[in-house]
């Protein structure tokens, strides 16, 4: 499970490359607003993936984060490519929110294991040492949002930011 995560985690953040799939990158629809609308309801059934339960449910949970997080980027990402402001700019924000949330998500995650025991110590290490990668990549990428635009996608990214120094914060306690 861990394997497969670090992999994913690698490519997430641009460390590494998997091959293109035809249903990733499906054409962008004629128009970007409903286009990007199409895409936040996919997003947001993927935000609601929780990772909790025992080992079996978890690794589950993480499958399909990975799934849904790795098609959900490839699909914003064409987004961004191909379309005009503002939602060239919302495209790249839901990028980095996806790389922030999973995060969120792994420092968030149950442990299995019972508390004070090596294992999890170890689980819970193995999760914040996936977690990290993904937050400085968001937090790249809300950086050169908020540089960029002093509206409400810069705003955002802002927010963003203070989010991850948030939750940071509040898991390394």
Not at 24 to 49: C, K, M, N, Q
Not at 126 to 137: G, N, Q, R, S
Request: hydrophobic residues 40%; proline residues 4%; contains cysteine.
């Amino acid at each position: 499970m861990m394997r497969l995560a670090t992999i994913f985690l690698l490519t997430l953040c641009g460390c590494a490359t998997t091959p293109s799939d035809a249903s990733v990158h499906a054409p962008v629809s004629p128009t970007s607003s409903g286009h990007f609308e199409e895409l936040e309801v996919v997003y947001r059934a993927w935000d609601e993936i929780q990772i909790v339960g025992n080992r079996d449910a978890q690794e589950a949970a993480l499958h399909a984060k990975i799934d849904g997080a790795a098609q959900l980027h490839a699909r914003y990402t064409e987004l961004a490519a191909h379309s005009q402001p503002p939602w060239d700019l919302a495209a790249r924000y839901r990028g980095a929110t996806i790389q922030h949330r999973f995060a969120a998500a792994l420092r968030h995650a149950e442990n299995p294991f019972q508390d004070g025991t090596e294992a999890f110590y170890l689980h819970r290490d193995k999760l914040i040492e996936l977690a990290i990668p993904m937050e400085d990549a968001a937090r790249r990428e809300y950086r050169k949002i908020a540089t960029e635009d002093r509206g409400s996608w810069g705003a955002k990214a802002r927010q963003g930011l203070r989010e991850l120094d948030l939750l940071r914060l509040e898991t390394e306690k």
